[in-house]
Structure formats: C-alpha cells, structure tokens
C-alpha cells in the first residue's frame, strides 16, 4: 500500500486549523490508519490510531477522520508545540508511512 | 507503564554488519509484534522489517530482503535487526516499536543511530 501525504508543508499561523490530507493506494481494512508527530531530533509521537481514535494524552485539537482511502488530519487551533512534521502510517501485517507533511509557521 | 530500550550508537565501515537490539519492558501481552523502521538524516520513515516476538513469524520489506537477518529472544523480551554489507545510504537513526495491531497503540524505543564510514 503506498500512502500519499498533500499538502508537502502548509504554512500557518498559531490559531489557525491545519488539514492535512493522507490518500492509499487501495483500501486500508480495518481503517489501521495512523497518524504521527515528529520534532527534529526526537522519536515519532502517535497521535491517532484507527483512523480517528486519539492516543493517550493528545489534545483534542487533534481529530483523524476518513476510511478506506481518504484520510484526514485536522489540527485545530494550531499550538506553536504544533509546528512539526506529520506522518499518516498504515498498521496492516507489514507498514507503509507517507512522505509527511511538514507545518510549519507563517 | 511501557519502556521500549534499544541498544547504542554504532559506527561501521562500509560492507560490515550491525546488529541492533530491542528490549521491551512492562508490555503486558506475551504475543506482540516489533518493527523495524529506519529514517536517514533529513528522510522520512521507512519501515524494514517485523517479528513476532512469540511465534517468531515475521516479514521484511522487499528494500531490504537478503540483507536483514530477524532474531527474538521471548523469555528477554527482546528483538534483533542486523542488517549486512553496509553501505553509506544506511547511516541513519533505526527505531523499533512493540505492539499488536489490533489494540492499534504502538510503543518506541529511543532509536539507535548507526554511522556508515570509512
């Protein structure tokens, strides 16, 4: 399964929602769609799981929708903690992660 | 709580073999997979390989079949990635993760940076 990551890096300002968007190359069963968040220098942190479940500990300002093989990513009210790289993974047998979707500050 | 340990830093000269352990602590099922994924400097991730830490089925990544050599050891908890005939394109941080895909939460561990040069 190949997993595409749009936009590449979107620029936003703090308060602002970021949609980011993450489309399979076929059907991910079970929606094992996960979404990650990564700072330089530090290990990738889950946010959510299941396509829309939060991880412990994350905000709710976090939300993961879709199914199949359209997914979604919406930061709402962007954090200056929240300018990072995110990566949308899926968890089947074997993993596929998307190229990531850096944003960053405006 | 959960603690994922992996082994320290290496350097290698190119054409050598690493081998890089994953111990998993306080995870509280006896059957779990550990992955392997691997992200050079400036790069994304890149999933290699995983194990089942029980069973001891496993698969790896087309990427890197013939040069990836998995191991466990259940009664420690731990998992091996050694990977073979390094070059200068595998300098990069190798991080694993223990879990089951059902419970959908995956743990880490801190990475484990691995320096090809001569």
């Known amino acids: 399964i190949v997993l595409t990551q749009s936009p590449g890096t979107l620029s936003l300002s703090p308060g602002e929602t970021a949609t980011l968007s993450c489309r399979a190359s076929?059907?991910?069963?079970?929606?094992?769609l996960s979404w990650y968040q990564q700072k330089p220098g530090q290990v990738p942190r889950l946010l959510i799981y299941?396509?829309?479940a939060r991880a412990t500990g994350i905000p709710d300002r976090f939300s993961g929708s879709g199914s199949g093989t359209d997914f979604t990513l919406t930061i709402s009210r962007l954090e200056p903690e929240d300018f990072a790289v995110y990566y949308c993974?899926?968890?089947?047998?074997?993993?596929?992660f998307g190229q990531g979707t850096k944003v960053e500050i405006k | 709580q959960v603690q994922v340990v992996q082994s320290g830093a290496e350097v290698k000269e190119p054409g050598a073999s690493v081998k890089l352990s994953c111990k998993a602590f306080?995870?509280?099922?006896?059957?779990?997979?550990t992955h392997w994924v691997r992200q050079a400097p400036g790069q994304g991730l890149e999933w290699m390989a995983w194990?089942?830490?029980?069973?001891?089925?496993?698969e790896i990544s087309q990427n890197f079949q013939g040069r990836v050599t998995l191991s466990r050891d259940s009664y420690a908890s731990t998992a091996y990635l050694e990977l073979s005939r390094l070059r200068s394109e595998d300098t990069a941080v190798y991080y694993c993760?223990?879990?089951?895909?059902?419970?959908?939460?995956?743990?880490w561990g801190q990475g484990t940076l691995v320096t090809v040069s001569s």
């Open positions: 993760a223990i879990g089951i895909a059902a419970t959908g939460t995956y743990y």
């Open positions: 306080g995870y509280s099922f006896t059957s779990y997979a």
């Open positions: 194990i089942n830490i029980d069973s001891g089925n496993r």
């Open positions: 076929q059907t991910i069963s079970s929606n094992y």
């Open positions: 299941g396509a829309s």
């Open positions: 993974q899926q968890y089947g047998s074997s993993w596929t």
